[in-house]
T-cell receptor, first 113, second 113 residues
């Protein structure tokens, strides 16, 4: 059962453009929503995370937008750079389940110079 | 990745043989997880541990077992490897509430022939 759905599967953006990746979840008990970045041959690394009591969180060029009523959240990468080319995963978890994360299917981002 | 190591990094094994993957952490984190990564499926939870000798099943646990006899080590065993278990396996650690962020290992690429 896929509880977190991520789109698109792949994304090509020009350097300097905005990359947008979307996720939708089903379980309203989720209370932690992180994004992970993965480069080829490496493990995923935490990029940014949000809790449902805020609608937006920004760290540098990366912003999470959160819509609790729609059960959706998205990652925006401003001024995208070729070094941002990677696979991005959204995830969600419930605090009383040991923090175990349910991941989306992943989005392969390619930023063209 | 700092504080967490997986071994081996690559392994080729024959169908029907048992295989054990090791995850070792030096962070003294309570929670440890095993995920598998397959194209189109993202990361799926196999098993997780919330303390020494305390483990539980994830969404894709069939054919796998785990053990955690020390805080720092979490072992994943494929009891009788099948071709469907060819995958990249990631171990992750977490402190738990309120810091749910995972630190992932570098992964083990397992091929079952």
């Amino acid at each position: 059962q896929q509880q977190v759905k991520q789109s698109p599967q792949s994304l090509i953006v020009q350097k300097g453009g905005i990359s947008i990746i979307n996720c939708a979840y089903e379980n309203t008990a989720f209370d932690y929503f992180p994004w992970y970045q993965q480069f080829p041959g490496k493990g995923p690394a935490l990029l940014i995370a949000i809790r449902p009591d805020v609608s937006e969180k920004k760290e540098g060029r990366f912003t999470i937008s959160f819509n609790k009523s729609a059960k959706q959240f998205s990652l925006h990468i401003m001024d995208s750079q070729p070094g941002d080319s990677a696979t991005y995963f959204c995830a969600a978890s419930r605090g009383n389940q040991g923090g175990k994360l349910i991941f989306g299917q992943g989005t392969e981002l390619s930023v063209k110079p | 990745d700092a504080g967490i190591t997986q071994s081996p990094r690559h392994k080729v094994t024959e169908t029907g043989t048992p295989v054990t993957l090791r995850c070792h952490q030096t962070e003294n984190h309570r929670y440890m997880y095993w995920y598998r990564q397959d194209p189109g499926h993202g990361l799926r939870l196999i098993h997780y541990s919330y303390g020494v000798k305390d483990t539980d099943k994830g969404e894709v646990s069939d054919g796998y077992s785990v053990s955690r006899s020390k805080t720092e080590d979490f072992l994943l065993t494929l009891e009788s490897a099948t071709s469907s278990q060819t995958s990249v396996y990631f171990c992750a650690i977490s402190q738990g509430w309120p810091n749910y962020g995972y630190t992932f290992g570098s992964g083990t690429r397992l091929t079952v022939v």
